[in-house]
Every structure is written in C-alpha cells, then in structure tokens.
C-alpha cells in the first residue's frame, strides 16, 4: 500500500529507485540487537556474487561488442582505401556503375497491365463480385481446353549476378595471412558487385590417382582453408561445394558432348550465390553411375562451371523440344553475367621475353596469343642428348587452340560439327624452370579457352597470390617516391577500370623503380607480375613491318596510297572526322600525304588506327637523293580512335604499342594542341616533350636520348611546325 501511494505521488522512476535503494540498503546494513547493543555488519551472499557475474559478462558483452566495431571499422577502412587506390578516372567510375547498379523495378505507373481475362477478379470475401455469383467455383476453376497456352505477365525478377570464377593453386604453401589476405579481397570484390566463385587447386601440377586415400581429405581440406579465410574477412561468407561436379563415364553417354566434366546441380552452385555467399570448390567430381568420387583437374573444373555460369547447353535430347531449350538457356544467361576469370598463380603472370618488365601486361588474344604461346614453347626445346629420352615418354603435348575461335560457342550451343579438343599440357619435364613454363602454358591456353566462350565484354586476371593479399596495404616508405602509397590490388583496380594496374604502352622510365636497402632498384623489379588478358581484337599493319622494315620511299618504286584497295578509305574517313570531332577535306589530306605514307595501322574494325608518314625538314630538297631520304622524319600524322571506344578495350593502347616496337622501334615524332585533353596520355608515354614558341603546338618523340642529337631535334621541330592542317572548317585556324 506504501508503494502505491509512492508511486502515485513521484512516478514509477522514482519508486524504482527507492526499492533499488532500501534493496541495498538492507543487503549491506544488518542490524542487530544483542545484550542491549545495535550492532551493524556486511555481508555478502549468493545473490551478490551472481550480480557481480553479471556485470563481468556485461562488461565483457560491451568489449567484444566494441572490439566488433574496431574491427569492422578497419575492414571498412581497408576497403575504402582499396577503391581510392584504383585512381579511377571519370569515365571508368561511370562505366563501373554503369554496368553493376542493379537496375531499379518499374513503378506501378509504368508496369504493364494485367490481363483480366488470364487474372479473374473472383473475390469472395467482403467485396462485392457478381461474376462470382453468377458462377459456381466448380465451373470457374475448371481447366480449359485452349490450343496456344494463355500469356502470362511477367514481373521483374532479381538483378543480375556478376560473378568471376577464381582459380586459386597451390594453396598449401599459402601461409594464414596471405590466405586471409585473399579472403578479404574477394570479401571487397563482393561488396562492389563481383561475386566470386573459388576452384581450389592444390593438385600442384599432378593429377593425383583416386587410389590414393588423401587426396581428397587434402583438397577437402585447403577448401575449408579458403572457406575460413573468407569467413574471417567480412560480412560475406562461404560455403564449401564439393558435390556439383560430375564427370560422364561411359562414352556412349556423352553423345557429341566433347567434354566429361560438368556441372550436375546447378542449384547447389547458384543457391550461396544468390544470397551473396561465396561458393568454394575443391577438384573433386563424382562418376554419372557410380556416384564414385573422382580427382578432376583444376582446368576441367573452371571449364564446366565457365559453361554452366554461360548458359551454354550440357545435355542436349534428341526430342526435346528447342523452343523450351532456347528459353532455359536464355533464362540461365539473364541470371547471371560471368565477368571475369582469376587466376591466382604463385607463378603470376605471363612471362615475354622481348619486354623489360619480363612478363605480358596486356594480352590481347586476338593478336597475341599465338606468339606468346610461341614464346613460351621456344624454352621447352630439348636438348640434343634429351630428346631421344623425351620421345619415348608421354612428353609435352602443347594443344592447338583451333577450336577455340570466337564463334566456338554457335557451334556448342546449336549442336554444329565439334571437331576433338586436345589436353592441356601435363607437368612431366622434369626440373623447376620448365616445370614453371608448363603452368604457365596452362593458364594461358586456359584463358584462352574461357575467352573464347565468354562475350568479348569478358576478360582475365592472371597474378600472385601476394599481389591479390595487399588490399589496403601500406607500401614500405620509399626515398624515391613522394611520402608513403598504398599498394594497388591489382583486383580491385581491374574491377573498376577494366584496364590492367598500368598501361601496356607505358615506357619502363615512367614506372619508377623501388628503393632498397642496397640502394635503388630498377623499375623491373617494382613491377607486379600482373597479365590483364581479353580477347582484344586484331591489329592490322600496312605494310606488315615483320615482312619488311618500314623505310623512306624510293623515286620509281611502289608506294602505299590511301587509295590502295586494301585499305578502307570511307571508314578510315569516318574514324578520323569521329575521333577528331572535325570534318576532313579528304582530297587536300590525300593530295599531301599520297607519296609520303609510311604506313597505317587499323584495330578491330576500323576502331582505331594511326597514319604514319614520312616528312622532309624545311631546306631539305626532296629529290630522293641518299641524303635527303637519310634526314627523313618519321611522323604520327593522324592517331585517331572511336569515340564510343575511347577509354575502354585498350585500343589506343594497342595501337601505340604497334607502332612505337613494331613499326617506328627508333623513334617517331607528332604534335598536338596544347589544350588537348589527351595530352596527359601523350607525355606519359613519349621520352620527351616541346612546346613550341609561338604556337599553339606541344611537340612529342620517342626516340631514346643517345640517338637524339641538335640537327634532329631541329628536325623535328621544323616538320612540326611546317604541317598544315587538312580540315575543311577553319581551315584559316590553327588546328
């Protein structure tokens, strides 16, 4: 009665805090009388000690949970310092969320109605409904013979999926922090819209015989690896899938099927990846008929996850009906979009050995991968007292991608002549270099593979383990560089840019080298062992320098004219007047330049092209004499690329580096306004640069400083300041 008149008068808080008070009061003042005399005494009993547990745990609940913090913090930290280490550009920031923000779904305004007739309104609830009344629920919901099935509105579905395949090897000699650092990486690529899903390879090399009890408690067992360094590295988590793959048996069931291993649940694979969670994948397939675990390879697994993730077909009936076909393979294709391939190689990239850096920057697969393949080949040749050994043994067998063409998928997909697809080469040289030259045959014929079936939007990331670790690391200080810089991941910056960490085009000078504790390095040694690999497009020179070596013309011989019919004159045309944004007075460019053409290069289909040509220097006479052809200039009259193509697919990266090794390796000369834009490309890949006094012109070269000396310096300038531009508005203007 007390409490409630208390209450009454100073509130619930107020009795609340007395009754805590008098609580205390009388646990920790006793009082007793005891021969007359008031005695006060503390104690405590269980209840005090189970409050102060309490208060541990809650004390303890309030530090992990700020330690959860911490360390959320510092993975949010991380990543946003990952992102603003890609140095995206503008037009790569909104090409990157151009293609990964989801699409919104329609408003109710702008949906499509629904059809009354496929959708009655037969409520029988509170509402009034005289259709319903008028007719039984017998006859309503009866079936309905109909000869067409009824259209059904279709509502927007979940958006799309962008998803890379990882291919991670030799994971067992991976430490934890390396490990983790990939988790995080690939935690962060999920963040920006790439999901990834991981094959793990820890075969190193060797298919292992299923005989052998460990195998598969070993890949079993660097799968959770990765699933843990996953787990521990951010909101997004993985999942071990190890019962997706399967291989067909008996070759009577593959039918024209040319490949055994394939995807047999796609829902196990698709289900983590439509909650955002990463599918990891050890090198274990399972037989059609005996359901009997079975060691794959690394390459045949990416290979059928490549064409399950692609829509392309793995089961084809002979009475199925094509239309249900066609729209479950267009159904697949909507779902999901397969970006990327990753491979994740303690090799890295692919070596080249006529580059300074040592390995491919840039592949394009169109126009390249027949001479890196090549390449890579020219180092397995045995030896003279070898090679009667080696042509006794299984040996290397180095396929030939012919089957691989851009088109390979029609004939996949629409059931054409397959022709046998040749095995990867298998690791049986002996000795570590070639051993390493093998792997590295397997990752480019791999990529070239996955390319092939991929849209040419696709492409390939081929780096170290270490290199994919960094995300948000700091650099060590270097005395060579400005202050401290954070590593770039070369995954992240792929993702945003679409472009490799640094250009392929870009001088060695440019990259600058690593300062060590024994003193400066050489800008080789700063240079990651990073391939960016896309199926590019073919790069064509006239005349082919690899023929003959481009020279100043000779009175009385042969020249090149843009007349020649093997150059498309209105598309090149178009692409000038498109690049330039200029109309061109075609009949006075070609009146100058016929007579002095060096050559010109075309990429793809007239994407990109450069018109090179050969200038006298004023008060030189051009009488085709030895000295006036030996003081000839090599100069970039025109380099000119589309606009829609212009910062995306490396086109006048290929270009640039067609001419400056492939042409013009000596040196080659051109100007350009110095308000142009592009000028910041320009001076990043020229060995130097002149603003010419008294003009609106920058002057840039490439020939290496021992070769420039005064009489071709002036040269030089004189040619840039002679030419007159060929356009047909302002012709009055300097251009």
Known sequence: M????????????????????WGKHRRHCESSQEHGVLHYSTERGPSSQLREEWAREHVKDLSNKQKAKKEARAIDKDFFMSVLCSSATKREAKSYIQRFTPLKDPSPATKPPVDIALKPQSSRGCGVNLGGFYGPTAVEESPKFVQQPEKRTKFSVRPQLHVALVKLRAPQTLNGEILNGIGRTLSQLERLGLISVVVVDSQDGSKPHKADANWRAQETKQANRAVAAIDASGESGARLVDNVIGVYEEASKQGFRQHPTHVTLRNLLMTPLRRGVIPVIPCVGYSDTTQTAIPVSATDVVLALTRELAGLPSELMPDEDPNAVRERLQALREEVSLDRLIILDPLGGIPASDQPSGYHVFLNMEQEFEAAKADLQRDLQPDADEEPVLRHQKGIHISDLGASNPFSFLEVEFGGPQSSVEPLPQQETPGDAKSGIIHHLQNLELVRRVLSILPPSSSALLTTPEEAANSGKDAPFQAARVGTRRQRNPLIHNLLTDKPVFSSSLPMGRLGGQTSANGPGSAAESITPTTFAKHGMSVTIFPDPKVAPWTPPVSGQPYLTLTDSQIDLPRLVHLIEDSFGRKLDTQEYLERVNGRIAGVIIAGEYEGGALLTWEIPPGMKDDGSPESRARMVPYLDKFAVLKRSQGSGGVADLIFKAMVRDCF???????????NPVNKWYFERSRGTWKLPGTGW??????PELSMDKQLFLDYEGVCRGIEPSWADNKDILD
């Open 665 to 675: 390796p000596h040196g080659v000369v051109w100007r350009s306004r110095k308000t």
């Open 2 to 21: 007390l409490l409630q008149n208390l209450a009454s008068k100073e509130g619930k808080q107020v009795v609340g805090h007395s009754i805590q008070s």
């Open 698 to 703: 920058t002057m840039f070269w490439t020939t």
